[in-house]
């Protein structure tokens, strides 16, 4: 699930029978496993566009009918070429009045829309869509109202922003997004803190008539970001009794031009109105290898346990590795080829047109972005990063 992950499964199945034809997320406060490159979008007077188009073909070594890539965020098809996403970004800074929209369409797209427990059909295309106020007399204060990414995990939406190609397991089995009211604020020039009242997980239209509280906190140090990103409240289905609770630290370490890292730690707990509750954690951890401007090498290792089978209808536990190797002419040129290998437990992954028939699924990535900004058609300059 990222929001009824226990629809997680079908929904797959369900986005796999569809035939395939900038500013960073606004995860704020988040911590982003890379810094984003400079002059990211076109800007006028406060006004700032961008854009990316992202496609990739998935081998599936499982050869499953349904072309599911199983246990995937957002990459979820397999075995033909697929968008992963065409997207538009628009923003205009707040001052003290702005916005945020991302409008696009592709396999991201997919993925938000059906982790949603009640569909509105209006926001498919939109990744985020909010309204932001910050005056210059609340001393850094921003209040955003609408359609924002989650704030929780170590990993972006954006494909180009984070260091694999595909989506850990911690970001597939937490939240995409949120709608509400969210406010953040920096304390000093280390914490910054945030709260946020949203009607939930992956959700336009609330599931009920309760409201989830997130509380956000990052701490920015020299070499290192600690951010750690709590949920809580009401989310089981036309009632208000039960609430999920949802923890997400992640640590990121940069501690050399050459080398970055990140663990991702995350706890999850549902309480249903009658019978026992549902547990799940997971650990994740990644470091991007930077051989030059133009190559990196990244390694990625998770251990996933849905110990009471709530967020992937299967009580089991999963491990994943993934390497993904980059080779860019640009920040605008972006190509990765990766590797990954999914194990669980359980006999969980699809084999041909038999359900449920191997406990392991390989796939092999190989993934194409463009980024439009700026000096995109720059390509010079090599060495160090």
Do not use: C
């Not at 979008?41 to 998935?58: C, I, L, P």
């Not at 957002?74 to 702005?98: A, E, R, V």
């Not at 850094?140 to 984070?162: C, I, M, N, P």
């Amino acid at each position: 699930m990222r929001y009824a992950n226990s629809i997680l499964k079908s929904a797959l199945f369900l986005a796999a029978a569809v035939a395939a034809p900038g500013q960073t997320s606004a995860q704020a406060p988040a911590p982003a496993p890379a810094p984003a490159p400079p002059a990211t979008s076109w800007s006028y007077k406060g006004f700032n566009a961008t854009g990316w188009v992202d496609t990739y073909y998935n081998q599936n070594f499982n050869d499953p009918s349904s072309r599911t890539a199983y246990l995937q965020g957002l990459n979820i098809t397999s075995d033909k070429l697929s968008m992963n996403s065409i997207t538009g970004s628009f923003s205009y800074d707040p001052k003290p009045i702005g916005f945020k929209v991302d409008v696009g369409w592709g396999r991201t797209y997919d993925a938000f829309y059906i982790s949603e427990p009640k569909k509105s059909n209006w926001d498919r295309y939109l990744i985020n869509a909010y309204v932001s106020i910050k005056p210059e007399s609340w001393k850094g204060l921003q209040l955003d109202f609408g359609k924002f990414v989650t704030s929780a995990g170590a990993e972006l939406t954006e494909s180009h922003l984070s260091w694999n190609y595909s989506r850990s397991l911690l970001f597939a089995y937490g939240p995409f997004f949120h709608t509400g009211l969210r406010a953040t604020i920096p304390v000093n020039s280390v914490w910054t803190t945030g709260v946020a009242g949203v009607t939930g997980w992956n959700g336009m239209r609330d599931n009920n008539s309760g409201k989830t509280l997130g509380i956000t906190n990052v701490f920015t140090l020299n070499k290192t970001v600690i951010a750690n990103t709590y949920y809580a409240g009401p989310e089981n289905t036309d009632t208000n009794k039960g609430w999920r609770q949802f923890s997400d630290t992640a640590v990121t370490l940069n501690p050399t031009d050459r080398l970055s890292m990140y663990v991702n730690f995350d706890y999850g707990h549902n309480a249903f109105p009658t019978g026992p509750a549902a547990n799940w954690w997971g650990i994740g951890s990644a470091a991007r290898f930077a051989v030059n401007k133009r190559f990196a090498i990244t390694p990625r290792f998770e251990y996933f346990d849905d110990k009471d089978g709530f967020t992937t209808l299967l009580a089991q536990q999963i491990k994943e590795f993934t390497l993904t190797g980059e080779m860019k002419l640009n920040e605008s040129f972006i190509t990765r080829l990766e590797w990954r290998r999914d194990w669980s437990n359980q006999p969980y992954f699809e084999v041909g047109t038999t359900p449920n028939a191997r406990n392991h699924q390989t796939l092999l990535t190989a993934g194409v972005i463009v980024v439009f900004k700026p000096g995109m058609f720059d390509f010079g300059g090599k060495g160090k990063p």
